[in-house]
Each structure stands twice: as C-alpha cells, then as structure tokens.
Nanobody, 114 residues
Framework: VQLQASGGGMVQPGGSLQLSCVVSGSPFSWNALGWYRQAPGKQRALVAR??????TMYGDSMKGRFTVSRKGNSTVYLQMNSLQPEDAAKYYCSLGDVYTDYYWGQGTLVTVSS
C-alpha cells in the first residue's frame, strides 16, 4: 500500500492550500481516507477523515476552515482556508476502516508564516 501526499508549502496567515493524497494498492473496497498533522514537539492529531459513504469527521480547530473531500476510493483532498501559524505542521494522509487507520503516507510540510 502506498499513500503519496502533495500540495504542502509555505503560505501567509489567512492564506489557503489544498493537499492531495493518492492511494495505491489498498486492500479495502470500502474505507476511510483522512488527514492527520504533527507539529514539532506535539502528538499527531486528527485533521479530517471521510469514509466511502461520505461520513466526515474533523478535528475541533479545523471545523469551518478545512474541508475534506475524496475522489473514489483512491484520492483524498484537504482544502485548508484561513490558515494560521498554529496550523503549521507536517500533514499525513491515512487509510483505514471506519474505526482505525492502518496506513500512512510520508507527509507533506505546511508552513504558515508572514
């Protein structure tokens, strides 16, 4: 299983970025694709997940600013708006079932700075 994330970069506060992740070799016909982030010195935290059925889940500080979407069973996107310095982190895409994530991508770095 491979998860290839892209779209990270540097943005000014208030700016936007869209992350993408393409999954290949998934053993699941029905799955949850999602995003987590980890800042230096902090634990990995949920950003957003979306199941094949369309159910979404967001981390508390992302609601209203971030939107997760997917294209079929193999591509997941994360649209991030109104980015703030506290959103800076390495963002990882994930693949799992409705309860648990089993596979992770290599991460893409998001920097928010003026």
């Amino acid at each position: 299983v491979q998860l290839q994330a892209s779209g990270g970069g540097m943005v000014q506060p208030g700016g936007s970025l869209q992350l993408s992740c393409v999954v290949s070799g998934s053993p699941f016909s029905w799955n949850a694709l999602g995003w987590y982030r980890q800042a230096p010195g902090k634990q990995r935290a949920l950003v957003a997940r979306m199941t094949t059925g369309g159910t979404t889940m967001y981390g508390d500080s992302m609601k209203g600013r971030f939107t997760v979407s997917r294209k079929g069973n193999s591509t997941v996107y994360l649209q991030m708006n109104s980015l703030q310095p506290e959103d800076a982190a390495k963002y990882y895409c994930s693949l799992g079932d409705v309860y648990t994530d089993y596979y992770w991508g290599q991460g893409t770095l998001v920097t928010v700075s003026s």
